[in-house]
């Protein structure tokens, strides 16, 4: 027992969750590393925390939970792993602890949150030696394989509000980041999940998403600035058309109000990029909009995913 304890190896990484207004679909590539997106969202303080451990053992095997509960349908996290332990000489046994402080489903890259603390910890964890791109890029290609995001690792690692204008993932895409994100806060409305894996195959939808992605990219990066994407977002949100009625509802009333209010890509959360001064009002107006559905008051994180 007491070689065991000292073989055991323990990493924990943290990544902010990201909350996207609007992108455009850049998955032509062949090449998984140059799949991705380009597209203009916040990382909040909110996130994945993720720890890991990790022993030899006679053959290589792993259990993944989410908040206490072992799982099943960690998809990309079994697709990191499959990738990372391949790269070892020795068999070991590694356990996953996710806990999650934002809502499953919901546009707060959770998947991709997932994939990059479990990169980050498990190089760490099993002395693998990878360079946190390296890390940063197996978590990418495992969520495009899975189809569950696009730019989300690439947003983890940066943090901040800003635009991704330079589709691909770390390390290869380009970002531009707002200045004074510490000034910023997100506040979300949440009623539900929405499936990405859905949504990013849907002929339909991904026509009406690049119809204006690409182009509002564009233009918020010539004008990066909260008032400016909660703008564009909005316009975003009204031309896919995926808002559910009582999104919707909360939707149109904000804006008769004139609150700053859009649609999380892709989740039933209606939320608001703000000044930290503006935050409460507009969370006392979603509460009040929808009563007894989570309201929450997010700072941004400008640090991106980590150790910890």
Do not use: W
């Amino acid at each position: 027992m007491e070689n065991k304890e000292r073989t055991m190896k323990v990493a924990s990484a943290f990544a902010p969750g990201h909350i996207t207004g609007f992108f455009q679909i850049c998955d032509e590539p062949e090449d998984p590393l140059l799949k991705g997106s380009r597209g203009s969202g916040a990382s909040i303080a909110l996130g994945v925390h993720t720890k890991v451990l990790a022993e030899p053992a006679d053959q290589s095997s792993f259990t993944v939970s989410l908040d206490g509960k072992v799982t099943r349908d960690a998809v990309v996290s079994e697709n990191v792993l499959g990738k990372m332990l391949r790269r070892l000489e020795q068999p070991h046994r590694v356990v996953v602890e996710h806990r999650l402080e934002t809502p499953l489903g919901a546009g707060f890259g959770s998947s991709g949150g997932g994939a990059i603390t479990l990169a980050l910890a498990l190089n760490r964890a099993l002395g693998l030696g990878m360079s946190y791109i390296e890390s940063a890029r197996i978590a990418h290609v495992a969520e495009i394989e899975c189809k569950t995001g696009l730019g989300t690792v690439f947003a983890a690692t940066k943090g901040g509000f800003g635009v991704l204008f330079k589709p691909g993932a770390p390390g290869i895409g380009r970002a531009l980041k707002y200045e004074h994100g510490e000034d910023l806060s997100v506040v979300y409305l949440h009623f539900g999940p929405i499936s990405t894996r859905e949504a990013l195959t849907n002929p339909e939808l991904r026509r009406k998403i690049n119809e204006l992605g690409g182009r509002f990219v564009d233009e918020i990066s010539h004008d990066l600035t909260p008032r400016r994407f909660m703008e564009l977002s909005r316009r975003f949100t009204d031309h896919i058309g995926i808002a559910t009625p009582r999104l919707r509802t909360v939707l149109d009333r904000a804006q008769a109000s004139g609150i700053p209010c859009t649609m999380a890509m892709f989740g039933e959360v209606a939320f608001s990029l703000v000044y930290c001064e503006e935050a409460e009002g507009i969370a006392e107006f979603m509460r009040g909009a929808a009563p007894g559905h989570e309201v929450r008051i997010a700072q941004i994180d400008d640090r991106g995913a980590r150790l910890t």
